[in-house]
């Protein structure tokens, strides 16, 4: 829940951020004179790729949440088990150990996207986000029935 709240107040923060540089913008193009018209130009380009990123890391957490819930109703999400430093932090020897079954698991059913989410989570575990981001994109695209991108 903590994390939900705080990845809202972060994107409320943003999109008033957009729309503070927006209104800006608006007012450069509104001076008319080439100068600031081509700057207020580039300071709109700005919030629109902002929100377009925004849009589309939200769309990825809500359908990675909405198969995680599938799963767990399914009764196939992955048990904790790795094991913790008194940090709190996971040892990376355990995270290592998952991920070496999970990746097995994986190339012995490349097709189940519910293989590629446990992957995604053993990868994360890993801290190894930009592998856990693919792997869920391709759990996703699975389970929608999408072309998956090699």
Known sequence: MRAKITYLVTAAVLVFYFLLVGSRGVMLIQD????????????????????????????????????????????????????????????RDSADEVFARRKAETEASPGDWRCWFRLAVAYHDARDTPRARKAMQRAIALHDGKPVRA
């Open 32 to 91: 008319g004179r080439l100068l600031t018209v081509t700057f207020g130009v580039a300071v709109l380009i700005l919030p629109v790729i902002g929100l377009w990123f925004l849009w589309k890391n939200t769309a990825f957490v809500r359908r990675a949440n909405q198969l995680a819930a599938e799963l767990e109703a399914e009764g196939g999400l992955p048990a904790d088990e790795l094991k913790r430093l008194p940090s709190g932090r996971i040892d």
